[in-house]
Every structure is written in structure tokens, then in C-alpha cells.
């Protein structure tokens, strides 16, 4: 049996390990945003300038992270892939993000008629995968960016709705928010005062894994041949490139497994939740 100073003492260690995952995530993130800014400079070229009497060379003087089948700097490419994977993660999580949100309170404050329809509507929604909605934007405009950027945000802001949904109508039925409508005050103050501070941790953790989801799956897209079109520097692009080289080449492809990797890793310890 714990006594409630052992019980103490773990959670304090909980909670360091948790800070202590927290930093190493950022930590994380900042070498692989510092790649994706400096690169560029540091190869010194453009991610789509060929060189063929430079066709694969290691990591070295000639090239930080070597070059690929064309001679393109794979340090560059690396950094522009970094720049659209991400970019394109982060708009189209905010995309996804404030209408879901906004959404959910609307649907728990009204209740009724509207939140019946804005559920059925989001039910509907989660009854096609995000990534086949992706492949069918795809169809109509094959090998450009806002069909990742429209199928995401589209798959993505039934997560907030629910979440904001559900945990909205807990918090509108509280003490709290009763003692706040019997003094007179109105929605706006309602949900700044009472709403926002339970709800932004939790939109914020899911708009993390959001992004490791965009990450993934325009990645996916662009290694099975369904994303973007070479020579776009991309990264899963730049894995279906690199893997006819691997055995001659294994950095080439290392590259951008390793960064898909890291990112990943990293925004899922930023996201990481100490339970109680």
C-alpha cells in the first residue's frame, strides 16, 4: 500500500518525465525547423538545380547529406520538404480546427434541431476515411497541393466538434456556468471565462496528433505515387525516389525516413498528457 507521501513522490516524478518529454520534443522540433530554415543556405542551391557528374554522392564536402540520382542537393530538398509537409500540416489543422470548435459550442449551446444536424453531418463525414477522400480531390486535380489541403481540414474538424461537443455541454450544466447566467452575463463571457480554459488544452493536444496525421498521410501519398509530382521536394516523394538507390545510396533514403521519424516522435512527446 502507497503511502501518501510514496503516492507524492511519484507524481512528482510523473510529472518531471513528462516536462522532461515535453522539452526533448521541442528540442527535437527546433533541430528539424533549424534544417528547414538553414538548409538552403548551407547547400548553397536550389532543391531543384542538377548537377549529373554529381549523380549520388555520400555525405560529405561535396554535399552535407549527399546528393540524389540527379545530383540535387538532398540537404536542400530535405529542408524545402520539410517547409510543405509542415506548412501544409499546420493551415490545414487550423482550417479544421476553428470550425470544429466553434461547431461543437454552437451545437452545445443550442441543442435542439442544430445539433442534431451538425452531428448527422459530421457522422456522414467519418463515414469516408480521410485518406480515400484525399485520393477522390486527387482525381479531379492530380498533383497539386489543395486536395491534401481541402481532404485534411474536411476529415479533420469532426475530432473538434466531438471533443468540443461533449465536453462543452459537461460544462455548460456546471455551477459555475449557472452562477454566471444568474448574475447576468452572456455567451461571450461565458466562454471565455469558463469554456476556453478546460477546453484549449485538449484542442490543442488533438491539433498536435492533427498534424502528425496531415504529416502522415500527405507522406503516404507521395511514397505510393498519389501525392505530388517530381520534382517537387517532398517527403514521401523523396522516399519512393530514394528507394531504387538504397542499397548503392542508403543516406539518400535515410534522409527523409529519419525526419518523418523525428517528427513524428517529437510532436507526439509535445502532445503527451501526465495521467493522473
Do not use: C
Not at 536550389?46 to 552535407?64: A, E, K, N, W
Not at 486536395?147 to 460544462?171: H, I, N
Not at 505530388?228 to 543516406?251: H, I
Amino acid at each position: 500500500m502507497k503511502t501518501p507521501l510514496g503516492a507524492r513522490h511519484e507524481s512528482i516524478e510523473d510529472l518531471s518525465s513528462s516536462v522532461a518529454a515535453k522539452y526533448a520534443g521541442f528540442g527535437i522540433l527546433g533541430v528539424i525547423a533549424a534544417i528547414a530554415v538553414l538548409g538552403p543556405t548551407l547547400a548553397g542551391e536550389s532543391p531543384y538545380t542538377q548537377h549529373l557528374d554529381r549523380v549520388l554522392l555520400p555525405p560529405g564536402p561535396g554535399g552535407l547529406l549527399g546528393t540524389d540520382y540527379l545530383g540535387r542537393s538532398n540537404l536542400a530538398r530535405l529542408a524545402y520538404a520539410i517547409r510543405l509537409s509542415s506548412g501544409l500540416a499546420v493551415v490545414s489543422v487550423l482550417s479544421a480546427a476553428v470550425p470544429g470548435t466553434l461547431l461543437g459550442l454552437v451545437a452545445a449551446w443550442r441543442g435542439g434541431w442544430l445539433d442534431r444536424v451538425i452531428a448527422l453531418v459530421a457522422d456522414a463525414t467519418l463515414a469516408l476515411p480521410g485518406l480515400l477522400f484525399i485520393l477522390l480531390l486527387l482525381g479531379f486535380a492530380p498533383g497539386t497541393i489543395w486536395p491534401f489541403y481541402v481532404g485534411l481540414a474536411l476529415a479533420l474538424w469532426v475530432e473538434y466538434f466531438r471533443l468540443v461537443r461533449a465536453s462543452s455541454a459537461v460544462l455548460l450544466a456546471s455551477q459555475q456556468v449557472e452562477a454566471s447566467h444568474l448574475l447576468g452575463f452572456g455567451l461571450p463571457y461565458i466562454i471565455r471565462r469558463h469554456l476556453l480554459p478546460e477546453l484549449m488544452p485538449m484542442v490543442l493536444t488533438v491539433s498536435t496528433f492533427g498534424v502528425v496525421t496531415a504529416v502522415l498521410t500527405m507522406a503516404t501519398a507521395g511514397y505510393i505515387g498519389f501525392g505530388l509530382r517530381p520534382p517537387t521536394a517532398e517527403l514521401g516523394l523523396m522516399m519512393s525516389e530514394a528507394f531504387p538507390y538504397w542499397v548503392e545510396a542508403p543516406w539518400l533514403l535515410a534522409a527523409p525516413v529519419l525526419t518523418l521519424v523525428l517528427v513524428v516522435t517529437a510532436l507526439t512527446l509535445v502532445a503527451a498528457r501526465r495521467h493522473e
